[in-house]
Nanobody, 123 residues
Framework: QVQLVESGGGLVQAGGSLRLSCVASGSIFSIFSIETMGWYRQAPGKERELVAGISRGGSTNYADSAKGRFTISRDNAKNTVHLQMNSLKPEDTALYYC??????????????WGQGTQVTVSS
């Protein structure tokens, strides 16, 4: 079993910054390789959307709304992914979810989700 645990959400004023982190963990026999990791968000009444993704090799992609303001990074040795969010806007308010594609030691690939961390940006 693989778990993703997010942290770093909170309340911030418009123009401020937050850094989200996500750690993937499991039994020593669970994780063989973590492929693409990413951050999604879901605002009330809206569908979940991709914010940013990063491959194991470090290639990144961003939603247009995140380009120039957010930076995704990962530490493969620590099974972690971060999202640095600058120049936050009220429309960035949402529940942010970590997502990871994991190949287990048994050779099975699955995508996992964290429980979400709330980001609220006040105007």
């Amino acid at each position: 079993q693989v778990q993703l645990v997010e942290s770093g959400g909170g309340l911030v004023q418009a123009g401020g910054s937050l850094r989200l982190s996500c750690v993937a963990s499991g039994s020593i026999f669970s994780i063989f390789s973590i492929e693409t990791m990413g951050w999604y968000r879901q605002a009330p009444g809206k569908e979940r959307e991709l914010v940013a993704g990063i491959s194991r090799g470090g290639s990144t992609n961003y939603a247009d709304s995140a380009k120039g303001r957010f930076t995704i990074s990962r530490d493969n040795a620590k099974n972690t992914v971060h999202l640095q969010m600058n120049s936050l806007k009220p429309e960035d308010t949402a529940l942010y979810y970590c997502n990871a594609g994991v190949t287990t030691t048994g050779g099975v690939f699955n995508r996992y989700w964290g429980q979400g961390t709330q980001v609220t940006v006040s105007s």
